[in-house]
């Protein structure tokens, strides 16, 4: 799916559970309402030299869905490439996020003892491998030390080749994958984007809950937060979920994680669904990211940070969630770009926020 084309990308990330193995994310309960304000977003953005209206956004950056919420309510809600607000779009990366915070959903609920436990003690295939040593932080924060290569555009590469491990007598495959990894730095000393510790994250979750991550997303997310469709969530060889990817859900079900989130990951009574502190901890870089990005942005527990208090969950070929709590801001979009990470369409995407959070910090 790396590689497809403009033509496969529309007709299959809506229907991602025909194309690959998914479980599914069961909604249930009252849908959680989503106001809209009484006056809707309209600006327009230079970029390129160009001033650029939305639907030239929405044309020209390939855009299947964008959806603006400022202070819970949705300002702007736009569709493109056939989608519709009751269809669902992939999420590729995007998933992380949501991974990272099961993962305070499992420390809360006391199955997952501590971040610095070590993470053998959760998957013990590992012990012997470069993970030895290596703390549950540490993998969610990416700083294990061991060797991946995430390009996109190489077939041979490890993002590219773990999915497919065959599971062999119902073993894990990402475990099995992961386990024969080199070690290239000390744990904790360098910070290295790899989507496969994302899949592990998602190992270490099954095996601590004892539970399917779609049914642990669909006990502390997706029921209580009201969400209006179900969800589906691809799944490897083994049938385990693919923590690191590929989550398909509706436009607005990702911008209630986006309201649950940012206000705290409390549901609407109030009840925690983390730790006290977490989102905070979640969204703050860690000196090896900052230290390997140079500045240019940050990363947390499977979330981007910013120099400023916004932050994203980011996932490839344009699907992201940008949150600006001081606004309370959320901006959701689904896309199909034309390369995995291609520059000029990020550089689009971040012209048309700018230019959403200028509009609203001048009034």
Known sequence: ??????????????????EFPARLVRRGGPVAPLPVADKPLDLSFSFGGQTWTIADYMLRNRAAGL??????????????????????????????????????????????KHLDDPVTAYL???????????????LLNMTSGVRWNEDYSDPESDVARFASEPSVDGSDPVVSYMARLPREAAPGTRWVYKTGETSLVGSLLRAATGKPLSDYLSEKLWQPLGMEGDAYWMVDASGGEMAGCCLSATLRDYGRFALFFMRGARLANGQAVVPDGWVQQATTTTHEAAEALQGRAGYGYQWWTTRGKAYRAAGIFGQGIWMDPELDLVVVTQSAWPGATDAPSAQARQALIDAITAHYRRR
């Open 67 to 112: 959806l603006v919420l400022k202070d819970g309510q949705v300002v702007l809600e736009r569709y493109g490439l056939g989608q519709t607000a009751q269809k669902r779009w992939t999420s590729f990366s995007v998933a992380k996020s949501f991974s990272s915070t099961l993962v305070g959903a499992a420390i809360l609920d006391g199955r997952i």
């Open 124 to 138: 013990p295939a590992l012990e012997g491998s470069g993970y030895e040593g290596v703390s549950v932080r540490q």
């Open 1 to 18: 799916m790396l590689f497809w084309s403009f033509e496969k990308q529309k007709a299959a990330y809506p229907h991602m559970e025909d």
